[in-house]
C-alpha cells in the first residue's frame, strides 16, 4: 500500500519498509515510534483514495534510525574591489526514519 504523507514541511510518496531522510523530529532519540496523521492520500489501485486535504482517520507509524547533522553547507559572499567576504557554514539536523505501517 502507498501513502502521502506530510511531515516535517515536506511530502513524501511511501511504502511500508521505506527509509527516508526528513528534518529532525524534535525531542526524539534513536528506536522511539512517531505516528504521522497528515496523510494526504492512500491505497492501492481502486480503492486508492486522496483526503481533502487529510485523509480522516489515516496514519503511518514510523521509526527513528537515527538523529545526525547533514553534511556542511558553506554560504560564501564576496563583493569584488570592496574588500567584503563573509563566510558562514550550516549543518542541517536530521532524522532517518523507517515506514512500519499505513493504516487507513
Known amino acids: ?13 511511501v511504502t ?3 527509509i527516508l531522510i526528513v528534518n ?7 528506536g522511539q515510534t512517531v ?3 497528515d496523510v494526504l492520500a492512500a491505497g492501492e489501485g481502486a480503492d486508492y483514495r486522496v ?4 485523509l480522516m482517520g489515516a496514519s503511518v507509524s514510523v521509526t527513528i534510525l537515527e538523529n545526525k547533522r547533514g553534511d556542511k553547507v558553506i ?3 564576496k563583493k569584488k574591489r570592496k574588500g567584503f567576504e ?3 557554514g ?15
Do not use: C, N
Open 35 to 37: 505516528e504521522i496523521t
Open 1 to 13: 500500500m502507498k501513502a502521502t504523507i506530510k511531515t516535517q514541511g515536506q511530502q513524501f510518496t
Open 16 to 18: 511500508e519498509g521505506d
Open 75 to 77: 554560504a560564501f559572499k
Open 51 to 54: 483526503g481533502r486535504p487529510t
Open 86 to 88: 563573509k563566510k558562514r
Open 24 to 30: 529532525r523530529y524534535p525531542k526524539t532519540e534513536a
Open 90 to 104: 550550516h549543518r542541517q539536523e536530521l532524522s532517518v526514519i523507517k515506514i512500519k505501517s499505513i493504516t487507513v
